[in-house]
């Protein structure tokens, strides 16, 4: 497999990659960019509290309404995960480590509630404006 063709051309030098070489280089970029994540994820440290990512967003009105439209259940366990973190952080402790919410297991459950609340706010800006 070659892996990149130079050519002259009047401004310079390029490099020229098919498309199996361009997929292969995005693969790789990819990969390094998950990697990226999982281990921004863990240096964050709040999976250690047993949060979720979610758990962790700054309350501004759009995010309040949110969480009024979460099902009970789904409240009740943030909260819970919330208190938890509470009391660890006031001990000074952290979960055992087989307790940690990995990043593969983390779940946006906010996110499909909040992006609603957002555009039923822009859309009423919207019909404000008019």
């Not at 309350?59 to 309404?65: A, Q, S, W």
């Not at 307790?99 to 909040?114: C, G, R, S, T």
Request: aromatic share 10%; net charge positive.
């Amino acid at each position: 497999m070659r892996i990149a063709q130079t050519e002259k051309s009047p401004r310079g030098s390029h490099t020229k990659m098919s498309v199996a070489e361009r997929s292969l280089s995005a693969s790789a970029s990819g990969r390094l960019l998950e990697g990226l994540r999982k281990w921004y994820y863990n240096a964050a440290g709040f999976n250690k509290l047993g949060l979720m990512r979610d758990d962790t967003i700054y309350e501004n009105d759009d995010v309040k309404l949110a969480l009024k439209r979460l099902p009970e259940n789904l409240y009740n366990e943030r909260l819970f995960r919330i208190k938890r973190a509470l009391d660890l952080s006031m001990k000074h402790q952290i979960l055992p480590e087989e307790q940690w919410v990995k990043y593969e297991e983390d779940k946006k459950y906010l996110e499909p509630y909040l992006k609603e609340v957002i555009r039923e706010r822009l859309e009423r800006e919207e019909w404000d404006k008019k």
